[in-house]
């Protein structure tokens, strides 16, 4: 009793923690390297072999780095900002379903921290608030380059967050649940990826997903060559890190959650097809993590080709065509459901 | 009694200094912009970070001395500043410049027109949020730099040229090396190409933006690649030819929306140009002496003159006054491209948003060198 309700949960989250983390730090590594081939670069190469050890080399020195708080800032928002933009992201991995129930040391043991009835919109609603860090970031730093960008992170939210949870909308009809869990099994029992299923439901969560994290094309409240480093302009030392581990660990959520919702998430390739069934020799896991990946390398891949948006461009896309889009997708979701 | 009626809301105007230390300016640019929310309402361009005073200095130095300042002034098209200055005295001394160096000056002149637009390309790329660009321009910018290295050893100042003509004969080979790096100059280009010209968020973010019509823009005296996206059809190396020009073919390209489009169209069609003048100079490029009749000692006679060229930014010219007596001009003034086309910016920048701001810098293509001196 004891174990199953208090020692198996704490495990369970400390390895999502600690897994979350340091993936995120190898995140920032396989960024720059993915960037560097892309520009005939290498990347970094001296830390470690092929410089494999950078992540660590970058902690060290963040870690050391003199903290500085400017003296016209407002103190107290100042400092719990970045702990405002990188707790949702972390706390968002509690319904990420990595795998199904295993037995594990002759136990069941489920492969997510837990399945809430209720979990995209936990989802949701927990991701929504870690723009707030960015917001009061810019406005605490009491500087104009971050004040400049936290309104632009405040335009962009009202203009992705509609459109993105619309798209939920649809998929809810498709899964005909919330919980995370309970969509990828409607997935198994449909035999089918929502993918393919709902394709405008997913170019508009992914376009939405590039918003949210603020990556390029839509990376406007940092915007380096505008706002130079735009919120975070004043942030130095750890505190600034934790907004970059927000960042990345935003990415991975975005990815996360687009694999269970429309790459049936710990599922194989072709649930469908019995000859695949070889597959399951992998580990479920594993598929969740390949299919994550994929779209991480896609969020490095778009950095790296496009340019940047500008903000009422950001918002006339958002208002005028994704808003639009997602609602229209919604009403034929529940037509087909309906009529069919 | 007065009543004190306020607005419910102030609305103030946000004062925002943006330079002399930030990443899209390009140097030492100061641009005080004043702000509605994110749109410019008025700005002011300070600028003088970079003052070195070098038309003054010239006027203490010796006339062959003067050659390696003027590298000093638009450092990515060093050559180009040397061979304006060059043939401004030839002109004063009336000298006579021998057909191979004035091939050789060509070539010079065209390779720092491509040096130069790389460096535009990829800044003016990675303000507008394409870091990509930059990198492969500098890749190729390189590859100019290396062919230099190999004429003179020097990678940006060069102090390439003399008054007369070369200092030097090219290295043996050095034509078949540059000929090679004009045809991966050209796969290139479709590089750059598929990576912007289309690209919708490029579109989106240069066409209509910072408009200048062609009236304006000789009124305000644009000159180089602003002038011609505007449409207006003028090339120095076309209307007044210099060096080897007048025995070249090539087009001027001329823009007709007059927005950042395409002053962008314009400098990648005169990428195209510049590789095509520098086939024909090396391929053509005659045999015989590289310097021509000059004195031992460089005395022009009493007068002054004034000459163009068209450097990679625009009118480059120089201004020089002689009094026939000392070994140094009495009087030394350029009349730098940048700091003219500069005078553009903040009617270009008004009423858009700080975002376009960086990028109508960058598409104006400054280099602060030349605009302090």
Same mark, same amino acid.
């Given at each position: 009793m004891m174990v199953d309700q208090v020692v198996i949960p704490a495990l369970k989250i400390l390895i999502v923690l600690n897994a979350v983390l340091v993936g995120v730090t190898f995140m920032v590594l396989l960024e720059r390297k993915v960037i560097a081939w892309t520009q005939a670069r290498l990347g970094p190469m001296r830390v470690g072999p092929y410089g494999v050890l950078q992540p660590i080399a970058d902690v060290v020195k963040l870690m050391t780095k003199e903290d500085i708080t400017p003296v016209k800032a407002d103190r107290w928002v100042f400092s719990v900002a970045p702990l405002i933009a990188l707790i949702p992201a972390l706390i968002v991995f509690a319904v990420i379903p990595f795998g199904p129930e295993v037995s594990l040391f002759g136990r069941q043991v489920a492969l997510y921290i837990t399945d809430l009835n209720v979990g995209l919109l936990y989802v949701v609603s927990v991701a929504s608030i870690g723009v707030y860090g960015i917001i009061l970031a810019g406005w605490a730093s009491n500087s104009k380059f971050p004040l400049l960008a936290s309104l632009r992170a405040s335009a962009q939210l009202i203009s992705y967050e509609v459109a993105v949870t619309m798209t939920l909308v649809s998929m809810i009809v498709s899964a005909g649940t919330l919980s995370m869990v309970g969509i990828v099994n409607a997935q198994e029992s449909q035999q089918v990826w929502y993918l393919f299923v709902q394709p405008l439901a997913f170019f508009i969560f992914f376009v939405g997903g590039l918003a949210e994290t603020n990556r390029a094309p839509f990376d406007m409240p940092e915007a380096e060559q505008e706002l130079t480093g735009g919120f975070h302009t004043e942030y130095s030392g750890m505190r600034f890190a934790l907004f970059f581990l927000a960042e990345y660990a935003n990415m991975i959520v975005v990815s996360a959650v687009a694999t269970t919702l429309f790459l049936g998430g710990w599922l194989r390739p072709f649930p469908n097809v019995a000859a695949l069934s070889f597959l399951d020799l992998v580990p479920a896991w594993c598929w969740f993590l390949a299919k994550t990946f994929v779209f991480l390398y896609i969020f490095l891949w778009v950095r790296a080709t496009l340019p940047r948006y500008r903000y009422d461009q950001l918002m006339r896309l958002g208002w005028k065509v994704l808003i639009p889009l997602a609602i229209a997708n919604v009403v034929v979701s529940g037509l087909v459901k309906v009529l069919l | 009694?007065?009543?004190?009626?306020?607005?419910?809301?102030?609305?103030?105007?946000?004062? +925002?200094?943006?330079?002399?230390?930030?990443?899209?300016? @390009?140097?030492?640019?100061?641009?005080?912009?004043?702000?509605?929310?994110?749109? $410019?309402?008025?700005?002011? $361009?300070?600028?003088?970070?970079? @003052?070195?005073?070098?038309?003054?200095?010239?006027?203490?130095?010796?006339?062959?001395? +003067?050659? !390696? #300042?003027?590298?000093?002034?638009?450092?990515?098209?060093?050559?180009?500043?040397?061979?304006?200055?060059?043939?401004?005295?030839?002109? #004063?001394?009336?000298?006579?410049?021998?057909?191979?160096?004035?091939?050789?000056?060509?070539?010079?002149?065209? &390779?720092?027109?491509?040096?130069? @637009?790389?460096?535009? !390309?990829?800044?003016?790329?990675?303000?507008?949020?394409?870091?990509?660009?930059? &990198?492969?321009?500098?890749?190729?910018?390189?590859?100019?730099?290396?062919?230099?290295?190999?004429?003179?050893?020097?990678?940006?100042?060069?102090?390439?040229?003399?008054?007369?003509?070369?200092?030097?004969?090219?290295?043996?080979?050095?034509?078949?090396?540059? !000929?090679?790096?004009?045809?991966?100059? %050209?796969?290139?280009?479709?590089?750059? %190409?598929?990576? &912007?010209?289309?690209?919708? +968020?490029? !579109? %989106?973010?240069?066409?209509?933006?910072?408009?200048?019509?062609?009236?304006?823009?000789?009124?305000?005296?644009?000159?180089?690649?602003?002038?011609?996206?505007?449409?207006?059809?003028?090339?120095?190396?076309?209307?007044?030819?210099?060096?080897?020009?007048? %025995?070249?073919?090539?087009?001027?390209?001329?823009?007709?929306?007059?927005?950042?489009?395409?002053?962008?169209?314009?400098?990648?069609?005169?990428?195209?140009?510049?590789?095509?003048?520098?086939?024909?100079?090396v391929e053509g490029l005659p045999e015989g002496p590289i310097v021509g009749k000059v004195p031992r000692l460089i005395k022009p006679p009493a007068g002054e003159t004034y000459h163009a060229i068209e450097s990679p930014k625009g009118e480059l010219g120089y201004f020089i006054a002689a009094d026939g007596k000392s070994t140094a001009p009495y009087r030394f003034r350029v009349r730098p491209p940048s700091f003219c086309n500069l005078q553009a910016l903040p009617r270009l920048i008004q009423g858009h948003l700080v975002a376009d701001v960086v990028a109508l810098i960058g598409s104006i293509d400054v280099v602060l060198g030349e605009v302090d001196r």
């Open positions: - | 009694m007065t009543t004190d009626v306020r607005p419910m809301f102030d609305t103030d105007e946000l004062v +925002i200094n943006m330079g002399p230390q930030h990443p899209s300016t @390009h140097g030492v640019l100061r641009v005080v912009l004043r702000l509605d929310g994110e749109r $410019v309402v008025g700005s002011d $361009v300070v600028i003088g970070y970079l @003052h070195r005073g070098i038309e003054k200095l010239c006027e203490s130095r010796d006339w062959t001395q +003067i050659v !390696l #300042l003027t590298d000093r002034m638009d450092y990515v098209a060093a050559a180009t500043n040397n061979i304006g200055y060059c043939q401004t005295v030839e002109k #004063l001394m009336s000298i006579e410049v021998p057909r191979r160096a004035r091939y050789v000056r060509t070539i010079m002149a065209e &390779l720092q027109r491509i040096a130069s @637009h790389c460096l535009w !390309l990829g800044t003016h790329a990675m303000d507008i949020g394409a870091m990509t660009v930059f &990198l492969y321009a500098f890749r190729e910018r390189e590859l100019i730099l290396d062919l230099f290295e190999e004429y003179c050893g020097a990678r940006l100042t060069y102090n390439s040229m003399r008054i007369g003509g070369l200092p030097l004969d090219l290295p043996p080979g050095w034509d078949r090396k540059v !000929l090679g790096f004009c045809d991966v100059m %050209e796969q290139k280009l479709v590089e750059y %190409e598929e990576l &912007l010209t289309n690209n919708r +968020i490029w !579109l %989106e973010r240069t066409k209509g933006i910072g408009v200048i019509p062609a009236e304006e823009a000789v009124a305000i005296g644009l000159s180089g690649p602003p002038l011609r996206g505007s449409g207006v059809q003028r090339d120095i190396r076309k209307d007044e030819p210099y060096a080897a020009y007048d %025995e070249m073919r090539f087009e001027v390209p001329i823009g007709k929306a007059c927005d950042t489009y395409d002053r962008y169209l314009v400098r990648l069609e005169e990428f195209r140009q510049s590789v095509r003048i520098i086939r024909q100079a």
